[in-house]
């Protein structure tokens, strides 16, 4: 295994981690779909991440309505302090006017709740999972740095926000002197590269760790699909369609994916972790893996190296068009030539 810095943070962390998604919710739709994984195959599947050198794992209080959080607890036992623990909160957890966001109360209720069905007495990375339009980055902020001083969180992070919501943020906390996020969660893909437009630039300036979820974009990237079809069973893309991509445009990033596992001799996923592994900026990909063969698979993509010309071929099947201002900012010849 290979390790990042965190950011700005002393902490180093595996280039792939591994999701939680996966574990538990079985007998529900949607987590069926996503892995529903008992307590018995989630130890297994961490057991195999662990021993090659994962060192973060990732959930939510949400994942499978506080399950996997629950079985995660269950499995890590004296392992523990072998991970660097991370969890999220924000999304609704109960039926109540308050069961929701990022409120200090609400913070405070999903903070406890986690470390119970953790069974820890500190989470290591705790991240905001969304953007809450109704509670203030101050009241929210404020209460995440409580917990800090409390020493019931080790650093703060967030999740699927946009960048100038992460500058807001980042503004705020430096004014207060309250603990700034360490990390920013984002999707980021061969099939979706929209971050490299406006939060990926923040992440870099900011100096922020960058964990990507969703980086074979639900299964699309894994060598399942194609044009015509689904391949081995398909996984959770057949019923699950989750997150949006331009399924046309996957394909042709698909084509090529294939072509340059086969001057490689090995899996299309593999290849699609290490173009994104080489991105700048990327800090870990998180692999939300149902078996231990498809984690092994994952975990392989940490040593592979892209020649140029497969990075030069996936980069132009992938690219997004620029969007105002980006190219026009891009265009750098009104400075040079430089004067003589």
Do not use: C
Request: negative net charge.
């Amino acid at each position: 295994m290979k390790y990042a810095q965190l950011g700005t943070t002393g902490v180093y962390v595996s280039r792939i981690s591994l999701g939680a998604m996966t574990l538990g919710g079985r007998g529900d739709q949607v987590w069926d779909a996503v892995g529903a994984l008992d307590a018995k195959d989630g130890d297994r599947l961490v057991g195999v991440a662990l021993d090659h050198g994962v060192n973060l794992i990732d959930t939510a209080d949400v994942y499978a309505g506080g399950e996997s959080e629950e079985i995660l607890g269950q499995v890590l036992g004296s392992r523990r302090r072998d991970v660097v623990l991370a969890t999220k909160m924000t999304a609704r957890t109960g039926t109540g006017p308050n069961d929701v966001g990022q409120s200090r109360m609400y913070i405070m209720r999903s903070l406890e709740d986690s470390l119970r069905r953790l069974r820890t007495d500190h989470i290591d990375l705790y991240q905001i999972h969304n953007f809450d339009p109704v509670t203030p980055f101050e009241e929210s902020l404020s209460a995440l740095d409580d917990a800090v001083r409390q020493g019931k969180i080790r650093y703060v992070g967030a999740s699927n926000l946009t960048a100038w919501q992460t500058m807001k943020a980042l503004g705020v906390s430096e004014r207060q002197g309250w603990a700034r996020f360490a990390s920013l969660q984002s999707h980021y893909s061969l099939s979706a590269r929209d971050i490299e437009r406006e939060v990926l630039p923040v992440v870099r300036d900011q100096g922020l760790g960058l964990l990507v979820w969703s980086p074979l974009a639900g299964g699309l990237l894994s060598g399942k699909f194609d044009r015509d079809g689904e391949r081995d069973g398909g996984g959770r893309r057949a019923t699950l369609e989750f997150p949006p991509v331009d399924r046309e445009r996957t394909y042709d990033v698909v084509d090529v994916l294939r072509r340059v596992a086969a001057r490689h001799e090995v899996g299309v996923a593999r290849v699609a972790l290490a173009w994104l592994l080489a991105r700048p900026g990327v800090t870990s990909a998180i692999v939300g893996a149902k078996r231990v063969d498809q984690l092994a698979e994952n975990l392989a993509a940490v040593d592979l190296e892209l020649t140029g010309e497969d990075v030069a071929e996936l980069d132009a099947v992938s690219a997004l068009p620029m969007e105002y201002p980006g190219w026009i900012q891009a265009d750098l010849s009104y400075r040079y030539p430089l004067p003589a």
